[in-house]
């Protein structure tokens, strides 16, 4: 008798604002390792200069990741989304409007709220900055130490990248896309209740752009999902880099159901450590 062919599971990573697959550490990487098809996306705007995100809209991004999504979809038995920080909002928000029962979701950093430790007091005047249209097409929000990671040899790499120019994050986004952002999030935040498929939420307690009260949102709201909340203790925002990047890796292999025997991986001081 012929044994099934394997199930083909496949999973599509979604960036944050600005960023690039960097934003998501060695995720593809570990994924593939297990077994499943990786498959990312360049989000409008992304991948090119920071200019270009200008008149690119909260839609743009929420219909270049549904295409992905529905091209993916007959391609596989299962089909996971995992999306980092606003590529999260973009994760839950396509999940929502998709229906997702194919898979699961992970939710990396979701910025619901912005009211991390260090986000600036005058964070509140942006809504009123936006009403100025041309004069807030010219602000700009630029990337700072500590860059959302509390790792100091990772925090000097990504420096040196910015020093150099490499194109692996904008350097600065335009304010009018934050506005954008915003949009999302006044999305995401309704009826989360429709999302019925497992989903995994992890977030550091010390994240600077956005406090443990996006996923404590996320978690009372989304209750047909009932999701499981991962809180990590050594890490600031780009969780997939930073301290906690092995629990990370861990958390999301559990929750898809990976053998995570197949994850090992070697440091840079030459050990090897299961994610």
């Known amino acids: 008798m012929q044994a099934d062919p394997p199930a083909k599971v496949g999973a599509l990573l979604i960036h944050g604002l600005g960023g690039t697959q960097y934003d998501l550490g060695t995720m593809h990487k570990i994924l593939q390792r297990c077994g499943v098809q990786t498959h990312a996306i360049t989000l409008p705007g992304h991948g090119t200069q920071p200019q270009d995100l200008l008149g690119v809209t909260a839609e743009d991004w929420l219909d270049a990741v549904s295409r992905a999504y529905r091209e993916l ?29 194919q898979g699961k979701l992970v939710v990396l950093a979701a910025p619901v709220f912005i009211d991390g430790w260090s986000t600036p007091w005058y964070r509140w005047m942006r809504h009123a900055i936006y009403k100025l249209g041309p004069m807030a097409a010219r602000m700009r929000v630029v990337e700072e130490c500590p860059f959302g ?17 490499d194109p692996f994050h904008y350097q600065w986004i335009p304010l009018a896309c934050v506005r954008q952002v915003d949009r999302l999030r006044a999305f995401v935040k309704a009826d989360l209740e429709q999302i019925t498929c497992p989903t995994l939420i992890v977030h550091a307690r010390e994240d600077e752009l956005t406090s443990l009260a996006s996923a404590e949102f996320l978690q009372r709201a989304m209750t047909a999902a009932r999701p499981e909340v991962v809180v990590l203790e050594n ?33 840079r001081d030459g050990s090897i450590r299961l994610a």
């Open 73 to 101: 979809r007959p391609q596989y038995d299962t089909l996971h989304l995992m999306g980092m920080c606003m590529g999260a909002l973009l994760a839950v928000e396509t999940a929502k409007r998709e229906r997702h029962a």
């Open 149 to 165: 990671i509390k790792n100091e040899l990772v925090r000097r790499i990504v420096k040196t990248k910015f020093q150099r120019g």
């Open 235 to 267: 890490s600031y925002h780009m969780i997939c880099v930073d301290n906690d990047r092995d629990q990370v890796a861990a958390s999301v292999a559990r929750h898809f159901e990976l053998d995570t025997r197949a994850i090992a991986r070697k440091r």
